[in-house]
């Protein structure tokens, strides 16, 4: 399974990003989609993550700003960022679990928020 992440890019505080990632390469079901990142200097982090059945998990600093959404047909996440601060400045990535326990990982997206 091949991950492709894309929608990052530069953005002044207050705005908004639509992150998506896309699976190609196999047929496997994906279980758990998510979205981690990392800033310069930081431990990869949890920003939010989704389950087959629809059950959202955020981070607090996640919480009432970004939304996670998936197109299982497509085997597609998406992540809508709003309200973007200067701390959210970091490289995306995507994670899908599959129902087998398989761990896939997509190549980051950068996201800087800055005036």
């Known amino acids: 399974v091949q991950l492709q992440a894309s929608g990052g890019g530069l953005v002044q505080p207050g705005g908004s990003l639509r992150l998506s990632c896309a699976a190609s390469?196999?047929?496997?079901?994906?279980?758990?989609m998510g979205w981690y990142r990392q800033a310069p200097g930081k431990q990869r982090e949890l920003v939010a993550s989704i389950r087959s059945g629809g059950s959202t998990n955020y981070a607090d600093s996640a919480k009432g700003r970004f939304t996670i959404s998936r197109d299982n047909a497509k085997k597609m996440v998406y992540l809508q960022m709003n309200s973007l601060k200067p701390e959210d400045t970091a490289v995306y990535s995507c994670n899908f679990i599959t129902y087998y326990g398989m761990d896939y990982w997509g190549k980051g997206t950068q996201v800087t928020v800055s005036s």
């Open positions: 390469g196999s047929s496997v079901s994906i279980n758990v």
